[in-house]
């Protein structure tokens, strides 16, 4: 069997001679020396000194007649941070018998310093530097990752696998977010997510990167990244976020307030009905739009029947009770586009929406005999029981707020006058009134 010659002890650098299926056949001392061996034979691919794609590749050229690849390939294992030199034994081509494993020097001086002063700035700053190695999916981690998290240099914190430091709920956003970068979705990769410190806690980490390197067919080879400490600024976002939630919590719960409070002022308390305030604000607002819109507007006035005596006779808690049972009446018999008021004392206010003169009469004999069915003993009264008063006015065309409110005021007087128990109907335009 011819075996691919060379005298490797001539060459002043690591090298070794790699026959067809992969086994080494020669080696100088400084190759050796390096690689920890006392003899040759073994395959190649055991040392773990470059990626092992990279080596079947080159295999496979040479045994096509091709030459390998021509720039050296970065190293891993034991000759990381240098380069590998691929070349073939023989003259090329079909009589190429072999190939050449040759180890570049290691860069130092200048550049090594250069390296170091890097390495101080990036620990300085929190951050560091990891290289995903895509075919094996493993991961290198620069110096002074290990001290951001506090654990010591020679703490074993991880096997290499990337996301295994990450924390359970953010593993698979970061690991998707990288895998689209490899699959050539998204040119750069960026996760923010925790990892855990050596005190138990969690703590935020930014990192950055994109592919650094491609193999010859154009894959990605390499994923470069920095990592960067961010816990204060994500403790200060969360905060922030806190804060704001907190303040829109206060400001829902001071709008609620204000609206009870506004509810409060609007609110007759004796009875729960609205108050004169509210009366004040809405009826003029009522007439307005029932004139623009066309829409018929009627004005009720109710007045309790001798209640000063009723008071005087039954007691003030009587007489609270029968204004509450009153406006409970009027309440009921009204819709909810209505609104019903204590205008103020014994006397009450009605504005019914959308009710020409039928309506507010129907309306009005509705409370007129539900009070007479409330049968409530009056003993002051000539009529024996609690009885009203009613005056009623709709509004007319081209009619103020306030003259309706008049002609609706002056109709319960006039039915006051004539007897008490009944209800007055205001006449639009005479002024005068009717009782019934």
Known sequence: ???????????????????????MVDMNSAFAGLAGLARVGGPIADLDILPEWALAEALDRIASGMAPCSRPLPGTGRVRGRSVLLSVTGHGGASARGLIVTILPSVDGQIAEQEQRASFALESAGQWIWELDIATRTVWRSEGWQRALGFRADERVDDGEPWGIVHPDDRDAAAAMAERVIAGEAEMFEATYRLRHRDGSWRWFLSRGRIATRRPDGRPERLLATTIDVHRQKESEERLTAAIAESAEISRRLAALNSQLTELSDRDGLTGLSNRRAFEREW???????????????????????????NDRMGHLAG???????????????????????YGGEEFAVLLAGAGAAEAGLYAGRVMEAVEHLAEPHPASPFGRLTISIGLATLASGEAAERLLQRADDA?????????????????????????
């Open 1 to 23: 069997m011819n075996r691919p010659q060379l005298t490797a002890e001539a060459v002043p650098l690591p090298l070794c001679v790699v026959d067809l299926q992969g086994r």
């Open 284 to 310: 003029r607002l009522l007439v307005a739009r029932s004139a623009e819109r066309g829409e018929a507007l009627s004005l009720v006035m109710i007045d309790v029947d001798f209640f000063k005596q009723f």
């Open 320 to 342: 609270d009770e029968c204004l509450r049972n009153v406006a409970t009446l009027l309440a009921r018999a009204a819709s909810r586009s209505d609104l019903v008021c204590r």
């Open 412 to 436: 319960l007087y006039e039915a006051k006058r004539a007897g008490r128990n009944r209800i007055g109907v205001a006449r639009a335009h005479s002024g005068r009134s009717a009782s019934a």
